[in-house]
């Protein structure tokens, strides 16, 4: 299994990014992807995160209070993909983006990809 990130960049504070985030090879079930981050100096971070119920087969997201309402996580369960919309981008989000993914039991990390907002 491959998670295969993309979407990051340099933009000015109060801009938007959408990052993507695809998952391909021997996929059973995806239970859960979300995106962390990790700025320098600091531990990784969960940003948010879109969950399979075992139960009801429907979806739970969670984002950060601290990104709430201006990052949403979703996901195309057809593609295999989970973005991150970012708008309203401020100095302190700028880090290292990684999607993360729990796939047939089994836990993935892709490659990170670089955020920087500044003027």
């Known amino acids: 299994v491959q998670l295969q990130a993309s979407g990051g960049g340099l933009v000015p504070p109060g801009g938007s990014l959408r990052l993507s985030c695809a998952a391909s090879?021997?996929?059973?079930?995806?239970?859960?992807m979300g995106w962390y981050r990790q700025a320098p100096g600091k531990q990784r971070e969960l940003v948010g995160s879109?969950?399979?119920?075992?139960?009801?087969?429907?979806?739970?997201?969670y984002v950060d209070p601290g990104v709430k309402g201006r990052f949403t996580i979703s996901r195309d369960n057809a593609k295999n993909t989970v973005y991150l919309q970012m708008n309203s981008l401020k100095p302190e989000d700028t880090a290292v983006y990684y999607c993360?993914?729990?796939?047939?039991?089994?836990?993935?990390w892709g490659q990170g990809t670089q955020v920087t907002v500044s003027s």
């Open positions: 993360n993914a729990w796939i047939g039991g089994y836990n993935y």
């Open positions: 879109i969950t399979t119920s075992i139960t009801s087969g429907g979806t739970i997201k």
């Open positions: 090879g021997n996929i059973s079930s995806i239970n859960d």
